[in-house]
């Protein structure tokens, strides 16, 4: 049967262990000076090694020869415990095992002396899944066990874990590992393996990774897959990312306000069956790195960079202000979150955004007016003279709309795409809302309070306005009358301050109901999602 590459691939002794030298290095010490802690905790990101060094650290305290504070491998305690078969080293899944039983059956267990072993090791893996009460049966076993116990426990969420439990354990925090490492420990997996792997193809399963060794090694195997020599072009089209090339491709055409390149390229990912989300994600990531260049001097070093994509991307930064790329910033970070809500228009919200990020006229935000103020300071500092209107259409597109036929005067009413707002009255104050992001989180957590406000909460719509009041919006007048009460909104006032971080008062609550046209303050994407 065929065995992954990442489980045929995992270390067997500390010194294998790729990235975590300041971990492993203690943990040789302590095993070789017989100096081992009853309890450790590994925490971590995936993939890390939080449960292959668990796995080497059983061994270790078991084996009968041990060299340098890791396990020979070849006694019968560690070709035991590498086959399955040590009944003295248990490994539990406290994810599906998470009740006070299954911890109690530890408890009543751990007075018994191993059978085989010097130590039984128990290795609890995502350790944060127990429940309440079986934190609370582990804590006395945890703190005291026997002298034959070795507890090893590992989380990727250790924020979840009691302090009580924290405090009982020698504690190790594994770091996501450098792309540098793991483009190494790929090259080497591929050569002994007989897989053809391109330098940079690996440098880019690295950074695809996230600092993940598992993920990495996962990533070349589905590449390997191919049959065919590992390189750039093919990492890019098996893991589905865009190209570096794409990128810059795309912010050029943001640069240059070329329209058709930018749908050009949307319409490309769409085609390909790609995700817009995780391309979104890789635009993002290409803004991130002209921001670091853009704003410190010494930019390589928070760059994972060739020196030719430095190069690249000086380039492409120098036609950008800082101000304009903190716009374009929030710009795909709001359509990031867009495309969370509405899955089915996530074409729709790239393209519209990527179409606003080209012309900060179509924007009225304080973002949007400091990104064109930058770029017209710019131009009057080199002399240069710009117009703030859009360049026109090239002739033959001009050409195209003159011979349009007129929209009559009806069309023209019922046509919601480019419908203007209507102009404040005389001395009338214009409300400038702005969505709540975490607002279903609050009526998630209203649920425990007020299950039948909750309902009415998921399906409302909440801003903060300009005073730090929040609004919120429902469809009809029972819903607001529901959830116009004082103890409903004392429950919603608490709730909220938890999660906003930030104090809301009953008062600052206002309930109305959804008025039929969309107010200014909503954007074109929010009004494309609510007509959905």
């Not at 794409?246 to 069956?273: F, K, Q, T």
């Not at 989300?277 to 704003?295: A, E, N, P």
């Not at 994509?309 to 867009?338: G, M, P, R, S, V």
């Not at 360049?391 to 009413?413: I, L, M």
Request: proline letters at 4%; glycine letters at 4%; aromatic letters at 6%.
């Amino acid at each position: 049967m065929h065995q992954a590459l990442y489980r045929k691939w995992r270390p067997q002794r500390f010194e294998d262990v790729c990235g975590q030298e300041h971990i492993t290095s203690i943990l040789q010490y302590e095993v070789a000076h017989n100096a081992c802690s009853h309890a450790y905790l590994f925490c971590g990101s995936r993939g890390t090694g939080k449960t292959t060094c668990a796995k080497i650290l059983a061994k270790a305290v078991n084996c009968e020869n041990p060299v340098h504070g890791s396990p020979c491998g070849v006694c019968d305690a560690c070709r035991s415990i590498d086959a399955g078969s040590a009944t003295d080293v248990l490994e539990i899944d406290a994810a599906s095992n998470n009740g006070v039983d299954n911890i109690r059956d530890i408890r009543d267990e751990v007075v018994y002396t191993p059978s085989a072993l010097k130590y039984r090791v128990y290795i609890v893996d995502e350790v944060h899944m127990l429940s309440i009460s079986a934190f609370n049966a582990l804590l006395k076993t945890l703190e005291e066990p026997p002298a034959h116990v070795l507890f090893i426990l590992a989380t990727t969420e250790l924020h979840k874990l009691p302090a009580t439990i924290v405090s009982r354990c020698q504690r190790f925090e594994f770091r996501r590992i450098a792309v540098s490492v793991l483009q190494e420990r790929l090259l080497t997996i591929a050569a002994q393996e007989g897989i053809s792997l391109d330098p940079e193809a690996a440098r880019l399963l690295g950074k695809q990774a996230q600092g993940g060794m598992r993920d990495a090694i996962s990533l070349l195997e589905l590449c390997a897959g191919s049959r065919k020599p590992i390189n750039v072009d093919l990492v890019n089209e098996i893991v589905g990312i865009s190209g570096r090339e794409d990128m810059v491709r795309i912010v050029r055409a943001i640069a240059d306000r070329s329209y058709e390149v930018l749908l050009d390229e949307i319409a490309a990912v769409v085609a390909s069956a790609r995700d817009i989300v995780v391309f979104w994600q890789d635009l993002i990531s290409f803004y991130r790195d002209m921001l670091v260049y853009k704003s410190t001097s010494s930019a390589a070093k928070y760059l994972d960079l060739t020196d030719h994509e430095q190069e690249q991307l000086a380039t492409i930064t120098d036609t950008f202000t800082k101000e304009q790329l903190l716009y374009h910033c929030k710009l795909l970070d709001d359509a990031f979150f867009a495309m969370q809500r509405a899955n089915a228009l996530k074409r729709s919200v790239a393209e519209m955004t990527l179409i606003r990020m080209c012309d900060e006229t179509l924007d009225t935000s304080p973002e949007a007016m400091l990104s064109r103020i930058s770029r017209l300071e710019g131009a009057v500092n080199s002399g240069v003279v710009i117009s703030a209107v859009p360049p026109a259409p090239p002739a033959k597109q001009a050409e195209k709309v003159a011979d349009a036929p007129k929209q009559t005067a009806t069309e023209a009413k019922s046509d919601r795409a480019v419908k203007a707002p209507s102009a404040p009255a005389v001395g009338e104050n214009k409300r400038v809302l702005k969505s709540i992001r975490s607002w279903i989180e609050i009526a998630d957590r209203m649920q425990a309070l007020d299950g039948g406000a909750a309902s009415f909460l998921r399906q409302a719509r909440a801003y903060r306005d300009e005073t730090g009041r929040i609004i919120i919006r429902v469809e009809s007048d029972f819903p607001k009358m529901v959830l116009d009460q004082d103890g409903v909104k004392s429950n919603l006032s608490q709730t909220a301050s938890a999660v906003l971080g930030t104090p809301v008062t009953p008062n600052q609550i206002v309930i109305e109901v959804k008025p039929q046209k969309i107010e200014e303050s909503d954007t074109i994407i929010d009004e494309l999602i609510e007509d959905n």
